[in-house]
């Protein structure tokens, strides 16, 4: 089962907030089954989907985002 963490922000904010995940990812040492990221005119949303839930739950902790699990059931 994977773990899909969305974290939404202004879309004016793409670098700052594409470079803050990355480097917190890389200081927590987590590598996230995959990466994506989708604008419209205003936002920018990031998905990132990880195997470990507890992994997931620190990242949407440390950013503000969601949890839920790929079958779509709320998590944290």
């Not at 089954?33 to 992994?55: G, I, V």
Request: with cysteine; aromatic share 8%; charged share 25%.
């Amino acid at each position: 089962m994977l773990y899909v963490v969305e974290i939404r922000r202004e879309r004016d904010n793409l670098a700052d907030a594409m470079s803050g995940i990355r480097q917190w990812l890389d200081a927590q040492r987590l590598d996230p089954q995959s990466f994506r990221c989708t604008t419209d005119d205003e936002s920018l949303t990031m998905r990132l989907e990880f195997s470990s839930e507890t992994e997931a739950v620190a990242c949407a902790n440390a950013f503000g985002g969601e949890v839920s699990s790929s079958g779509g059931t709320f998590l944290a």
